[in-house]
T-cell receptor, first 112, second 112 residues
Framework: GDSVTQMEGPVTLSEEAFLTINCTYT??????LFWYVQYPGEGLQLLLK?????DKGSNKGFEATYRKETTSFHLEKGSVQVSDSAVYFC???????????FGQGTRLTINP | DADVTQTPRNRITKTGKRIMLECSQT?????MYWYRQDPGLGLRLIYY???????NKGEISDGYSVSRQAQAKFSLSLESAIPNQTALYFC???????????FGPGTRLTVL
């Protein structure tokens, strides 16, 4: 079945550091890919998405590119802020499935 | 006003008790979902409903039941709660043609 694997956390960085959170997936066909973010005490919010190969999703300085050849959707940000501290989830929606499959989440802490 | 609301936000109960978690949405979406979040496991799908007359089991439905009372309301019940059902529960909504989902703030359930 479909699955998503994220780099294990927790990840701790200093403010203004470069961030990469790795995400790889297994799916048949052409899934849609998502990054969701969960701030402390809140529900999940969609951060960005990509629906076809080579698409780049971007939002709030974060970017991720849909790489079908490596089945990856790594999340990057050039300069993180303390306010980016949260749990980040990579997810996919299989072609026509209308269900999300989540990775295990990566907790990110940014120190001032 | 929040588009997806969950009640209660926190609940502590005892083993063997019946518990109902409620979800309401004002987004007009036809699809609703219940997920469970455990540390290190991401979110796992419990049940989902594509319309009022359509209820489907997710990957971890054992010990849970649901009711779709109206398009805007989707309740999750634990008939006889057990300690390993202690978790954070999220409701989400979606609609056909839009493969992202929108999450409520979550209910933290503790079963003693």
């Amino acid at each position: 079945g479909d699955s998503v694997t994220q780099m294990e956390g927790p990840v701790t960085l200093s403010e203004e550091a470069f961030l990469t959170i790795n995400c790889t997936y297994t799916a048949t066909g052409y899934p849609s890919l998502f990054w969701y973010v969960q701030y402390p005490g809140e529900g999940l919010q969609l951060l960005l998405k990509a629906t076809k190969a080579d698409d780049k999703g971007s939002n709030k300085g974060f970017e991720a590119t849909y790489r079908k050849e490596t089945t990856s959707f790594h999340l990057e940000k050039g300069s993180v802020q303390v306010s980016d501290s949260a749990v980040y989830f990579c997810a996919l929606s299989g072609q026509g499935a209308q269900k999300l499959v989540f990775g295990q989440g990566t907790r990110l802490t940014i120190n001032p | 006003d929040a588009d997806v609301t969950q009640t209660p936000r926190n609940r502590i109960t005892k083993t063997g008790k019946r518990i109902m978690l409620e979800c309401s949405q004002t987004k007009g979406h036809d699809r609703m979902y219940w997920y469970r979040q455990d540390p290190g496991l991401g979110l796992r799908l419990i049940y989902y409903s594509f319309d009022v007359k359509d209820i489907n089991k997710g990957e971890i439905s054992d010990g849970y039941s649901v009711s779709r009372q109206a398009q805007a309301k989707f309740s999750l019940s634990l008939e006889s709660a057990i300690p390993n059902q202690t978790a954070l529960y999220f409701c989400a909504t979606g609609t056909s043609g839009l493969n992202e989902q929108f999450f409520g703030p979550g209910t933290r359930l503790t079963v003693l």
